[in-house]
């Protein structure tokens, strides 16, 4: 087995970075480095500027991006004993996309960074400054991860003014939020928080909100102006911080500011404000960084005390995960391989530790590949670009290379030809341990299009967990995947219990290739819903191709003929040649079909629909989803939901996320998901309900009506 599975992770290693070179995005914004002075005095300090120009409809992140985003970071190379603090950041905008809430700074903006230089260095000395810039750039629909370096050569002298720069430092400063000498107040019950802010902040009641520095997003609910001068803004917070503070801002004036723990307001009960409500201190100024350093992404502000953070979901996540990936090994593509490992080590008449090690070796497989995946996503989420659980499915160049691979799967339990591993010519003792460690990365990466019970809720909180429990919540994934095949090699009586070898053992070999030529299949209309229907002929003359080469190898074998593989090469590299051209002649796929109580997603006519008092019910779907596809036929499109659903007005919104859309992403990670089906219910006058992602034709009539209901 392991053969095959080289010969086709090399021709999706083949085809993955056409994909990717060819999406590849040029640069959005334009950066660059000015200083206050082109000849900086000894023992005083010199302000730089980085100014950003992105285009239009693009913007940068604030320090605190909010739900979603990354903060500039600048790592300095200057000379020895010169310091430069900070970044200092204008006050940000509000930016609200698919329920995620984050603050940005949209058009051209510009970070100043004071520079100290030592008073030892002497008149006409060089000078030189050179910042490594690492950003996230982002429109509505798409984020760019970007990387820059700005660079000036200045000379030490008598801190002359630049005449040209004035301009631009002038503006930059007075876009720095000053800063209030008087703390404000805070009353916090739980997350529902209650700011004062002092008269002397001037805002207007009517746009004043609070951009928390640190972490969290503050959700404005009103502002009005007290007797005293003095703002109130009532709101609630996303997390419960240790200390508070930011920035208050009307859109016209902004000023940054801490806070401090206010009075119980009188006629409240003294127990009110109790162990759920956080204890807000005053944030201690923020130390000058060594220039040397990397400057943080929390620049000018006062910064929460760090602390542990709580994470109450992660041995939820973990417990969901692990099912989940147990729960894996019941679809198509993943059974008959399982299975006929199982039987293959139960034949093979291995010795206990032999056994133990094969499955140790399986189980090592589907851990690596799916670390593998949790490390891509979780970088992809980290640099702000939207992705999700299956995230590579939404490539067309994804998708072709599991229908090669799984097509020749199928072609060799069907017996064309034969490789060493999941098929039953394996010898005994011949690369055992190598072949199982390949069949576990095998079922663990074709079983990415599924979404098992309980892992939606995981891997959603993979995701907002800590770097290093994320993790651990994929690698718990990879184990329970691998839970079957170690319980066959730890325990003997497990293995005893299965039937004894015998002829039937290559019918059923047989008979298990087609479960796989139905996961063909079904990733064949995949390819024609992403890329058209002349797509979808392209790739499977692709596919073809490969299989004609994979059955002159069979009749080489046959015949016992040395180095029978050596025809697959050529063939190889002819198929990639045709799956190469697929997305240069593709042709849009038929648009769905669309009714008045069925229409597609949007956060927009979602809120329009909630406004107006309809019912709606909210399906997250893909193509590539064999689950949603079941509830589908099984529960959605019965005539008896149909029927409810049209009596009591439910509209039915359809988020596909078959080709991948940010917006559903981020709507997604808003309800703390990253995986489909996901379903959720809003009735008139009700929190939106999350729906089991097993869905039943009594359960929606239900919900529908307004009963309830027991799925």
Known sequence: MSRIVLTFVLLGALLWPAATVSAQPASRVAVSLHASSADPAPGRTTMLAIRFTPDPGWHGYWSNPGDSGLPPSVKWNVPKGVRIGALQHPAPELLRVAGMTSFVHGGQHVLLAPMQVPASFKAGDSLPVKGELDFLICSDSLCVPQRATVSLDLTVGKGTADPASRALFAA?????????????????????????????????????????????????????????????????????????????SDGRRAVQLSFRPASIPSGMPPTTIATDAPLLAEAQAEAVPAASSPQTSNPTLPSAAAGPVASPGFAGALFGALVGGLLLNLMPCVFPILSLKALHLARSESSNDAAKRDALAYAGGTLATCLLLGLVLLGLRAAGVAAGWSFQLQNPYVILALLALVTGIALNLAGLFHVRGPSFEQQSGRGGIAD?????????????????????????????????????????????????????????????????????????????????????????????????????????????????????????????????????????????????????????????????????????????????????????????CLTCKVNEKAAIERTATRAAFARHGVVTLVGDWTRGDPAITRFLAGHGRNSIPFYLSYALGKEPRVLPQLLTSDGLVAMASGTPTRE
Do not use: Y
């Open 436 to 624: 199982s460690f390949g069949t576990g990365a095998l079922a663990a990466f074709i079983a990415t299009p599924c979404s098992a019970p309980f892992m939606a809720s995981a891997l959603g909180a993979a995701l907002l967990l800590p770097p290093g429990q994320g993790l651990l919540v994929f690698a718990a994934l990879g184990l329970g995947l691998a839970l079957p095949f170690l319980a066959l090699g730890w325990f003997p009586a497990l293995r005893s219990r299965l039937p004894r070898p015998g002829a039937w053992m290559v019918t059923l070999q047989r008979i298990l290739s087609i479960p796989m030529f139905i996961t063909a299949l079904g990733l064949a209309w995949v390819l024609g819903r992403q890329v058209g229907i002349d797509g979808m002929a392209l790739g499977l003359g692709a596919v073809l191709v490969l299989a004609l080469g994979l059955w002159w190898v069979g009749r080489r074998q046959h015949e016992g003929n040395s180095r029978s593989w050596l025809p697959l090469l050529p063939v190889a590299f002819l198929s990639l040649g045709v799956a190469a051209v697929v997305p240069a002649v593709t042709s849009a796929p038929a648009a769905a079909a669309a009714s008045q109580l069925v229409e597609p997603f949007s956060e927009a006519r979602l809120a329009e629909l909630r406004a107006r008092g309809t019912p709606v019910f909210v399906d997250f779907t893909a193509d590539w």
């Open 172 to 248: 930059a400063r007075d876009a720095i939020p000053r800063k209030l000498s008087t703390s404000g107040e805070v009353t916090a019950i739980g997350r529902t928080v209650q700011l004062l802010i002092p008269a002397a902040a001037k805002l207007d009641p009517v746009g004043a909100t609070f951009f928390p520095a640190g972490e969290g997003v503050f959700e404005r609910n009103g502002a009005r102006r007290l007797a005293d001068g003095s703002l109130q803004i009532s709101g609630t917070m996303s997390n419960t911080p240790t200390s508070l503070s930011g920035i208050a």
